[in-house]
């Protein structure tokens, strides 16, 4: 396996400092679920992250008032010894996006949710990549399958490529701007096929573009339980046999700090080491995914033997094979997320379980609803308030649904849909 070569990317300063890039140890990073205004419970989950290993953690910032709620989160845990670098998790508001210099080690945008106008958008990640420059702030370039926006998918598509494509144009605003060295981009999808292509494609483009920044790789959206882990790690795994990632995430539906045994995992088995590793519990069950996801994934075989039946069919349905009850489609929840989103998912999973050839999504709030569900059938959205909206495909067909009868309103509207 050769590595990629990239640019190594320094997010925090001095010795508390994280290096990502092809050169260093495969860096493993997590997202808070609490709300960012509840400074407190966010300060002890950063804390518990830290201890459980994670490099990089990062918060949702959905307001301006957010913005000094992380600084008071970052002042806390300083306080308590804790340097670890904290990335502001920023979206559409470019507004927010530039009080954040200064005060987060590195933010998450995608550029082209700024402005509808794609011009407008232009101009603002210009003045974003500035201030950023004048702090030493890195940034990732986070695109995600189903939120391209019009303008992308109207030039390009709605296609590996086409995310590819729209990361490209981001890279060079910021080779013009000579903030390249400050830059990791992520192009996450749900679908494990859609993710490993438009990455593939992106390292393919930067290569023969001559610069290559370091990659963020994950599955967006992914469940949980063993389902979660197997989805991530075959996609994962698959790229980082090509030398393709530089940092991972596993997003589960769960605890975050449930994440970590699973991205050490992939990071020890494919990177450098790192000095300390946390206890893995499911390394059985990841080597088995590991040895046959990639080889799926890239076509080489088409099936496997494997004594344990269940395993067998979860990693055939992992690499889009084999599709042997629904697939679920649940983003980790954060900040924004107002209703029991780990309750609802296994209320949702044991409800739909009977049906088959159905995709279905279970989503925090309206940020990842129906455009980070692109490729699912029926969506559960949460609204706040103590409601959900109901998604066939795009189009929300229940709104201001109340919890307590949302997921018994979806199974009615998938069992009238297959009369």
């Given at each position: 396996?050769?590595?990629m070569?990239t640019?190594?990317?320094q ?22 679920n609490?709300p960012?205004?509840d400074?407190a ?14 490099e ?7 307001t ?8 008071q989160i ?8 804790i340097?670890?670098?904290l990335?502001?998790d ?5 507004d ?13 945008i995608?550029p ?34 189903g ?5 992308i ?8 490529e ?7 144009e981001?890279?060079?605003m910021?080779i013009?701007?000579?903030y ?6 992520s192009?996450?999808?749900?679908n494990?096929v859609?993710?490993v292509g438009?990455?593939r494609a992106?390292?393919?483009?930067m290569?023969e573009?001559?610069v290559v920044?370091?990659l963020?790789v ?9 389902t ?5 790690a075959?996609?994962i795994?698959?790229l980082?046999?090509e ?5 991972i995430?596993?997003?589960?539906t ?7 045994p699973t991205?050490?995992?992939?990071a ?9 590793v946390?206890?893995?519990p ?9 040895k046959?996801?990639?080889q799926?994934?890239?076509?080489t075989?088409q099936?496997?033997d ?5 395993l067998?069919?979860e ?22 997320t107002?209703?029991?989103l ?7 999973k044991?409800?739909t379980?009977g ?6 999504a ?9 455009g ?10 949460g609204?706040?308030?103590?409601l959900?909206?109901?998604y ?8 201001h649904v109340?919890?307590?009868?949302a997921?018994e309103?979806l ?9």
């Open positions: 396996m050769s590595k070569e640019l190594n990317v997010v925090g300063s001095g010795e508390h400092s994280v290096v990502i890039g092809s050169s260093h140890p495969i860096v493993v990073q997590t997202m808070c609490t960012t205004g400074v419970a966010t300060v002890e989950q950063c804390v518990r992250l830290s201890d459980a290993g994670a990089l953690i990062r918060i949702t910032v959905p301006l008032q957010d913005v000094e709620n992380l600084r970052r002042k806390q845990l300083q306080e308590r010894g340097f670890r670098p990335v502001a920023v979206h559409f508001s470019s927010i996006a530039m009080a954040l210099p200064g005060i987060a080690d590195k933010i998450r995608n082209g949710n700024f402005h509808p106008v794609h011009e407008k958008a232009r101009e603002r990640f210009a003045a974003l990549l500035e201030k950023c420059k004048a702090y030493g702030t890195a940034i990732r370039i986070g695109i995600n399958h939120s391209l926006g019009a303008y998918t109207e030039k390009y598509g709605n296609t590996p086409a995310m590819a494509l729209a990361a490209m981001w890279l060079e910021a013009a701007a000579d390249q060295s400050k830059i990791v981009i192009l996450k999808a749900s494990t859609v993710m438009a990455y992106l390292g393919r483009m290569q573009r001559g920044v370091p963020h994950g599955v967006t959206e992914a469940g949980n339980g063993d979660g882990r197997i989805k991530s075959v996609a795994a698959t980082l046999e030398g393709i990632g530089n940092t995430r596993v997003s589960l769960e605890p975050p700090e449930n994440e970590l991205a050490y995992y992939l020890e088995r494919y990177g450098l080491p790192h000095a300390e946390p206890e893995i499911e390394r059985e069950m990841l080597d088995v995914a590991c046959w996801g990639p799926l994934m890239n076509g075989i099936d496997f494997c004594a344990d039946a269940s067998h069919d990693i055939m349905q992992a690499c889009r094979k084999k599709f042997y009850k629904p697939e679920y489609i649940a983003c980790p929840g954060c900040g924004r107002l209703y029991d780990q309750g609802t998912f296994e209320r949702v044991a409800a379980a049906f088959q050839d159905v995709v279905i279970v989503m925090g709030c309206i940020v990842n609803g129906h980070e569900m692109a490729d699912a059938d029926y969506g559960y959205v609204e706040g308030r103590g959900v909206t109901l066939r495909r795009r189009t929300p067909v229940l709104r109340p919890e307590a009868e997921v309103k199974v009615a509207l998938i069992r009238e849909d297959k009369k």
